[in-house]
């Protein structure tokens, strides 16, 4: 009698094993999750091609060292590489065709009409740019904050998780939008005409970490009263590896899935700053500046000015928004 031996097992990738999970497959399934991503994605190839998109002008092609605007469609020269990777900060003047304060309709020379004489089409494409920028910093920037303070707060307790609670109490006595605008015009005081990516950047960091440090800090209370923690102390682990390599990582669901609505929620803040003036210098390309220079024409004639700038604003909150809640019931254990 002859034994075969069992055909061996193939070791499943650790990809394979994340794209054929649970999680994976409930966000699959969801069709306006999978939608809210492929706008999403489709905003970054703007965001990424924005160059090639709106050709640049004036003196971003100076300080790209070109004479033509068609140079930058030339993948083997170095203006296509530099507009798409590392643009100067002139390609992001928006390009004003007229210092008539009247808007123009849509047509061959604008294709979005013009508002206070800059061209609505450039500054919407490169207005992409800077939404990505300032959101994936901001959410970045937070999220770190907010997950080591968290963190810290929910392992120790005792006196320094009151002592953080109570801070983060304070911060919650003021709605974010407001202390955002007050930490930004302190900040702004110093250097009225300067760059203000930096102070809004700031702002926002100051006044949104408290959310995520209060969401980690709910998960790591739960985590840390798991068997594999008290295993992995039992063996000599120093607090910093329970909370880096065990705690952490095991509390980052909610916390995730907070940072994805963020990306959604924060162009719109900027907008306000924008629209408040208390954002960038008047002609940067971004999405609030068109939206402020529409303020005076809020008229059915000139809908343009208005409709298209809303549109983008819109339309982006709402992909990360249907994304966000898709994968936040995808990462929920009791909706599966």
């Avoid at 819109?314 to 019931?329: C, E, M, Q, T, Y």
């Amino acid at each position: 009698m002859t034994i075969t031996a069992p055909a061996p097992t193939r070791e499943r990738s650790r990809w394979n094993l994340f794209w054929t999970g649970p999680a994976m497959r409930k966000l699959r399934r969801n069709r306006l999750a999978v939608t809210g991503l492929i706008i999403t994605l489709l905003f970054g190839l703007v965001a990424l091609f924005a160059p090639l998109i709106a050709k640049p002008g004036g003196n971003c092609l100076r300080d790209l060292n070109i004479a033509s605007p068609n140079e930058v469609y030339n993948p083997l020269g170095g203006a296509f590489w530099r507009a798409v990777v590392a643009p100067p900060a002139s390609c992001y003047a928006i390009e004003r065709l007229s210092f008539s304060s009247t808007p123009t309709p849509p047509g061959q020379e604008a294709v979005f009409g013009t508002s206070n004489g800059y061209n609505i089409f450039y500054g919407l494409i490169w207005g992409t740019r800077t939404t990505f920028k300032m959101s994936f910093i901001i959410v970045a920037i937070t999220l770190l904050i907010g997950v080591i303070i968290g963190a810290v707060s929910g392992y120790y307790g005792g006196w320094v998780d009151n002592l953080i609670q109570r801070f983060i109490d304070v911060l919650f006595a003021l709605p974010p939008l407001i202390l955002t605008v007050v930490l930004l015009t302190i900040l702004r005081a110093k250097s009225p005409g300067g760059d203000p990516t930096g102070p809004i950047i700031l702002a926002f960091c100051v006044a949104g970490w408290a959310s995520y440090a209060r969401v980690v800090r709910g998960d790591v209370l739960r985590t840390r009263q798991l068997e594999y923690v008290d295993a992995a102390r039992s063996l000599g682990a120093r607090d910093w590896r329970l909370i880096l390599k065990h705690v952490v990582p095991n509390s980052l669901a909610s916390v995730l899935t907070l940072a994805v609505l963020d990306l959604g929620t924060i162009p719109l803040s900027v907008a306000a700053l924008s629209f408040l003036g208390l954002g960038f210098e008047s002609g940067y390309a971004e999405w609030g500046q068109l939206v402020e220079f529409a303020r005076p024409w809020l008229k059915p004639d000139y809908w343009y000015v208005l409709v298209f700038p809303a549109l983008f604003i819109v339309i982006f909150s709402l992909a990360f928004n249907l994304f966000g809640d898709g994968l936040r019931d995808a990462l929920d254990p009791k909706s599966r």
